[in-house]
T-cell receptor, first 121, second 113 residues
Framework: KAGVTQTPRYLIKTRGQQVTLSCSPI?????VSWYQQTPGQGLQFLFE???????NKGNFPGRFSGRQFSNSRSEMNVSTLELGDSALYLC????????????????????FGAGSRLTVL | KQEVTQIPAALSVPEGENLVLNCSFT??????LQWFRQDPGKGLTSLLL?????REQTSGRLNASLDKSSGRSTLYIAASQPGDSATYLC????????????FGEGTQLTVNP
């Protein structure tokens, strides 16, 4: 069973550019969430998508956006890149079946991808 | 706002030692708590998930406990091995979404042969 696949694994951009990262969840998983990991702030929640709808959003500026497609694949976009956006961006999927499932069942074990490491120069 | 703290930040032990990693959280209204491991430059691997109604979970040499009332969790690793060297992260599931986790800063573990 294939895991969570993130592309690209590494990329370098310059300030002001935009970037799109892709995440393919485990087959059958409908929930996809995104996290940013930096040495200074640690792991921070960006947003979560379930059935093509954003269900939850972290405390990030509007330059960070995402979407989910009908096949559950997700993309996140960062516009007008800043140096501080340099980070490891991690995507995770879970087998949660219902949007209202708040984690009471065991379906909320998150499986993470290897991440996309973004460097902004 | 939920805050998660992990102690110690780094730990170095000789192979074979039993060890305990600590995690504390400020808001006891959690739905679950997960322990992950992260190898350098890699993503996260889920080790154990404890539901809010549970007290502990075990997997092989790993045992995680949860005390919601005191806002604490511990990860016990028995008979440590060099392959256990990694950063261990504790994360709590928030009330609004099971997929929104608040992470601690992690404990960097080194097991010396």
């Amino acid at each position: 069973k294939a895991g969570v696949t993130q592309t690209p694994r590494y990329l370098i951009k310059t300030r002001g550019q935009q970037v799109t990262l892709s995440c393919s969840p485990i087959s059958g998983h409908r929930s996809v969430s995104w996290y940013q990991q930096t040495p200074g702030q640690g792991l921070q929640f960006l947003f979560e998508y379930f059935s093509e709808t954003q269900r939850n959003k972290g405390n990030f500026p509007g330059r960070f956006s995402g979407r989910q497609f009908s096949n559950s694949r997700s993309e996140m976009n960062v516009s007008t890149l800043e140096l501080g956006d340099s980070a490891l961006y991690l995507c995770a999927s879970s087998s949660r079946r219902f949007s209202w499932d708040r984690g009471r069942s065991g379906a909320n074990v998150l499986t993470f991808g290897a991440g996309s490491r973004l460097t902004v120069l | 706002k939920q805050e998660v703290t992990q102690i110690p930040a780094a730990l170095s032990v000789p192979e074979g030692e039993n060890l305990v990693l600590n995690c504390s959280f400020t808001d006891s209204a959690i739905y679950n708590l997960q322990w992950f491991r992260q190898d350098p430059g890699k993503g996260l691997t889920s080790l154990l998930l404890i539901q809010s109604s549970q007290r502990e979970q075990t997997s092989g040499r790993l045992n995680a406990s949860l005390d919601k009332s005191s806002g604490r969790s511990t990860l016990y690793i028995a008979a440590s091995q060099p392959g256990d060297s990694a950063t261990y992260l504790c994360a709590v599931g928030e009330e609004t979404s099971g997929s929104r986790l608040t992470f601690g800063e992690g404990t960097q573990l080194t097991v010396n042969p």
